[in-house]
């Protein structure tokens, strides 16, 4: 946590807005740095980030587990109740000839959402024993690639129009699925906002400076490593 602390002294940030390369001052947990020419946000520091990730990131890993083994929905129809899960679905769609729709509904609200969580618990997990393995920093763009294909809520949002379009016709059973879908909406939200992606670049610098050269000239690792 120290260390991280430090690492930080010697950082350099663009601001997102003007663009001007400074140097980033120690800011204290849960305080934002801000760009001294156009006061834009530059940095964060989100209180207890590893944590609290790691804590939300495992909570999602079980409503992930639930969500795609319970029902998710079910259909009344004359006296006979018929169930699917998530999966059931995507492969309903499979055999109704709809394969790159069955395809998208997998990667999209099964497939990234666990990647998403995955990615997370190994950074956070990687990061808790420093010095952070140089692999950490290949996670942590995964992480944001899969994190633009989860999609858990537009499919939630699909369901519910079919679910309006076929209350006429038979009656629909909410299954626990659903519920826990919308919660992992949140929780995933939640895990990415308590997330601090600039700490865990830093403490992955930290690792590659590990092994301090003879010739080393940065007075200030060799000090901030005690
Ligand atoms: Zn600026």
Known sequence: MIRSASAF???LRACPDCDLLQRLPPVPAGAVALCARCQAPLWRHKPDSLNRTLALALAGAILWLIANTVPMLGLSVAGR???????????AMWRD????VAMLVLFTAVIAPALEIVCLLAVVLALRRPPAPHWVGMLL?????VREWSMIEIML???LVALIKIAELATVIPGLAL???G??????????AAFDPHDAWARIEWAEDQPPPAESNTACVPEARR
């Open 97 to 100: 000839g709809r394969q790159e």
């Open 9 to 11: 002294d010697t950082g």
């Open 81 to 91: 109740e018929a169930f699917t899960t998530v999966f059931g679905g995507v492969l």
């Open 141 to 145: 763009r995964g992480y944001e690639l």
């Open 157 to 159: 949002l699909g369901v």
């Open 183 to 192: 919660a992992l909406v949140f929780l995933l939200a939640a895990m990415a």
């Open 179 to 181: 519920f826990v879908l």
